[in-house]
């Protein structure tokens, strides 16, 4: 089994800040995905990232795949109320398997 | 309805009940999966169907039985169920199963096992 180690495990932060998220991992995937669950509901996809090294932006979200294709960030700027959540990564293997990470679990204060 | 509906949203029951968690995906997707949801684990894969196929079956316990009648339903029928089972379970669809597709996530049934 695939494990995707993310970091930090629980961020509190003051509305405004930034900050980064990552997800580790020592197996190589297809794709990485990045997730988005609010209480109550299942994950909602914010983006797919396939090539090493390919960057993507979502208005303030970040996200990067890096260079071996293992490993993810996700960075946040100016962050907002809105924003609360927790956030998974999940990288792809093979036909549609997806192995998600542990979760950050994010909370912005006003 | 619109996209992955599961009911019910809240299960309490027995160690002894046998009880079924239904999802439905009024997508139009071909390939529907079972996830469990624990606090202290990642997310996991149970079962994955294909054009109402079962192709994957993670070395899930036989006290979660999966059915899926049609390409639009799936079922989990539980029987014999552990504490440590108690969990959110949470369906999902995409259009086929291959590399790439996008899968669209219900908001889960909380099961709580007594």
Same mark, same amino acid.
């Given at each position: 089994?695939? +494990?995707?180690?993310?970091?930090?495990?629980? +961020?509190?932060?003051?509305?405004?800040?930034?900050? =980064?998220?990552?997800?580790?991992?020592?197996?190589?995937?297809?794709?990485?995905?990045? @997730?988005?669950?609010?209480?109550?509901?299942?994950?909602?996809?914010?983006? =797919?990232?396939?090539?090493?090294?390919?960057? $993507?932006?979502?208005?303030?979200?970040?996200?990067?795949?890096?260079?071996?294709? *293992?490993?993810?960030?996700? !960075?946040?700027?100016?962050?907002?109320?809105?924003?609360?959540? %927790?956030?998974?990564?999940?990288?792809? =293997?093979?036909?549609?398997?997806?192995?998600?990470?542990?979760?950050?679990? %994010?909370?912005?204060?006003? | 309805?619109?996209?992955?509906?599961? =009911?019910?949203?809240?299960?309490?029951?027995?160690?002894?009940? *046998?009880?079924?968690? $239904?999802?439905?995906?009024?997508?139009?997707?071909?390939?529907? @999966?079972?996830?469990?949801?624990?606090?202290?684990?990642?997310?996991?894969?149970?079962?994955?169907?294909? %054009?109402?196929?079962?192709?994957?079956?993670?070395?899930?316990?036989?006290?979660?039985?999966?059915?899926?009648?049609?390409?639009? !339903? +799936?079922?989990? !029928? %539980?029987?014999?169920?552990?504490?440590?089972?108690?969990?959110?379970?949470?369906?999902?669809?995409?259009?086929?199963?291959?590399?790439?597709?996008?899968?669209?996530?219900?908001?889960?049934?909380?099961?709580?096992?007594?």
């Amino acid at each position: 089994t695939q +494990l995707l180690e993310q970091s930090p495990q629980f +961020l509190s932060i003051q509305e405004g800040e930034n900050l =980064t998220v990552y997800c580790n991992s020592s197996s190589v995937f297809s794709s990485l995905q990045w @997730y988005r669950q609010e209480p109550g509901e299942g994950p909602v996809l914010l983006v =797919t990232v396939v090539t090493g090294g390919e960057v $993507k932006k979502l208005k303030r979200l970040t996200f990067q795949f890096g260079d071996a294709r *293992k490993d993810s960030s996700l !960075h946040i700027t100016a962050a907002q109320p809105g924003d609360t959540g %927790l956030y998974l990564c999940a990288g792809e =293997t093979g036909a549609n398997n997806l192995f998600f990470g542990t979760g950050t679990r %994010l909370t912005v204060i006003p | 309805e619109t996209g992955v509906t599961q =009911t019910p949203r809240h299960l309490v029951m027995g160690m002894t009940n *046998k009880k079924s968690l $239904k999802c439905e995906q009024h997508l139009g997707h071909n390939a529907m @999966y079972w996830y469990k949801q624990s606090a202290k684990k990642p997310l996991e894969l149970m079962f994955v169907y294909s %054009l109402e196929e079962r192709v994957e079956n993670n070395s899930v316990p036989s006290r979660f039985s999966p059915e899926c009648p049609n390409s639009s !339903h +799936l079922f989990l !029928h %539980l029987h014999t169920l552990q504490p440590e089972d108690s969990a959110l379970y949470l369906c999902a669809s995409s259009q086929a199963r291959y590399a790439g597709n996008e899968q669209f996530f219900g908001p889960g049934t909380r099961l709580t096992v007594l």
